[in-house]
């Protein structure tokens, strides 16, 4: 097993777990993890209570874990975690802000425990204040804060010592929909403009979605798929119609499609046809046959789209599998 | 003429630089230590905090430096022959602001953090969670050493400008700072014990009140009960049991100018010096496991 986290270490990624287990008693809060994040956005998906608080907490050294090994940034967990807290920084998921202190004076202070001199820390706080977006209330104490201005304070003080790797537990939660959207912009910046390794939790697949440049889904505390986000949403070879009418016109289309040679079933208000069948592989020949059909009938065609995996989907093929 | 104007007329462009990477030096582990606990220290006085939480600190502060004042200056008006009132004495007398002080300002290191969970913000950096507990424990200790050398130190100037002999002063105020600082080991880990389990601030203040000057009053009352009915041993066992009366009952056996009712001698003077430097690790343990314990939450 050493060997296999040597070679993985090897090859310079961001962090590597292997076999990574943590029990609480009976509870399984991870098990058997083996994952492998590199540059870029990462995000971790799962429900509440799949394990995503766990991990970063064993990957900071805050928790043993039961068994397994991991490394981050090439140091290894248990020998090595006070090197990876000085090149990480960390946005936890709950408030961990004191009321009667000013961002401004909290960030330095901050900075300052993960060893930045006087005057660096105080420019960085300010630098870094200046871009997750807080102005004049930087100096205003915390406690009478808005949670979106909370979320950014926190996002501050996770920054200001310029880490390598930064860990973000639920960054939008409790944001309305614009703030949402500001802070998953923010993120994507971190992960390319900023150039620093991104490790985001979220249990919202669809903000991952956007943001991510890979993607691990985690469920009750195991491994169900990691790769990259293109892959989640690559197109499955299927096919979506949408006919004018109700569920008879679709059922129409359907019975006349399968007589054609394409197999397809209902899917709410349109027929999902199966992946056409290889003498029918030219790249257009499946929507001729649809276009026909449904002139034939004639039925309104109101869409006609490649089907798309999402998400969400994962965990339908998880469960599946389970 | 068109080009000068545009020349003059833009000069401050604001550029964005972008995100900046920072490259220059990072402190070690003892310097952010030193760096926390002189943070620790100022905030225990309200020093960088409000103007509100520096009220207390320095009111108990005036109190306890008042009476060295007007001992000084009798003592330098008046040519009396000794201080009236001996250092490690004048300790004992003042030991209700001592402990009030010790109570009150004991939450602000040990129960801030823990409530407004920032902790988490600290254990993500790199000092550990012993090393943090350690060196917050440091911070108090000083604090509260601080509250009563400053006093001692006073008598002690006043006493040479009174001309009293030095090297009798000097071994004097030395034994005092010694118990001193025993002292404030026992009264920052006692404090900083309860403050960082009960996190309200009014419970916490309250706890260390009963644990400093209730038992402290139920202890000298058992003593001198124990005197009068001639049963010494029982007096020297309870004095076991409270920070001053083992800081006053040492005191008294070293010849620092206390008298208590139950003087330990013998070997039992030992068994106070050990178990005053047991009662300050257990608490600085305890401080180390409640914190691992609150990193890993």
Known sequence: ?322 | MSESAQGTGRTGVIHDLGYRHYDGRREGTGAIALNLFTTGLRHVYGLGRSGRSKILPFLLLGMSVLPALIVVGVLVLTGLSDLPITYAGYVNQTQLLISLFAAAQAPVLFSRDLRHRSIVLYLARPLSAPIFAITRWLSLVVSILLFTAIPSVLLFVGALLAGLDVSDQTSSLLKALCLQVLLATMLAGITGLISSVSLRRGFAVVGSVMALIVLSGVVTAVQGIADAQDSEGVGIVAGLFSPWSLHSGLADAWGAGVNVFTPPDGAWVLAYVLVGLLIAAACGLGLVARFRKVGAR
């Open chain 1, 1 to 322: 097993m050493a060997d296999v986290t040597g070679e993985i270490i090897g090859q310079a990624s961001v962090i590597a777990t292997v076999g990574l287990t943590k029990h609480y008693g009976t509870v399984h809060a991870l098990t058997d993890l083996t994952v492998t994040v590199g540059d870029g956005v990462t995000g971790l998906v799962g429900a509440n209570g799949a394990g995503k608080s766990t991990l970063i907490k064993i990957l900071l050294g805050l928790l043993e874990p039961t068994s397994g090994q991991a490394s981050v940034l090439g140091h290894d967990i248990e020998q090595a975690s006070q090197d990876i807290r000085r090149l990480v920084g960390y946005m936890p998921e709950h408030d961990c802000l004191p009321p009667d202190v000013s961002a401004s004076d909290f960030v330095v202070h901050m900075a300052r425990m993960s060893g930045l001199g006087a005057s660096p820390a105080r420019e960085r706080a300010a630098d870094v204040l200046r871009h997750v977006g807080l102005e004049e209330e930087r100096y205003r104490p915390m406690g009478g804060y808005s949670t979106g201005m909370k979320q950014r304070a926190k996002l501050a003080q996770a920054l200001v010592h310029d880490p390598r790797l930064v860990f973000l537990d639920e960054p939008t939660n409790g944001l309305d929909p614009a703030a949402r959207n500001d802070m998953l912009r923010l993120v994507q910046r971190i992960g390319s403009e900023f150039g620093i390794a991104v490790l985001v939790t979220s249990h919202l697949l669809g903000e991952l979605e956007q943001v991510s440049d890979h993607v691990i889904v985690l469920d009750g505390g195991h491994l169900l798929r990691s790769s990259a986000t293109g892959e989640f949403l690559e197109r499955t070879g299927s096919l979506l119609v949408e006919v004018i009418g109700t569920a008879t016109e679709r059922d129409r289309l359907g019975e006349a499609l399968a007589l054609a040679g394409l197999a397809c079933r209902p899917r709410g208000t349109m027929v999902a046809v199966d992946p056409p069948p290889p003498e029918l592989t030219g790249e257009t020949a499946a929507y001729d046959i649809i276009r026909d059909v449904a002139a034939d009938l004639g039925l309104g065609l109101m869409r006609l789209q490649p089907d798309r995996r999402h998400l969400e989907d994962v965990f339908l093929d998880g469960a599946a599998h389970v």
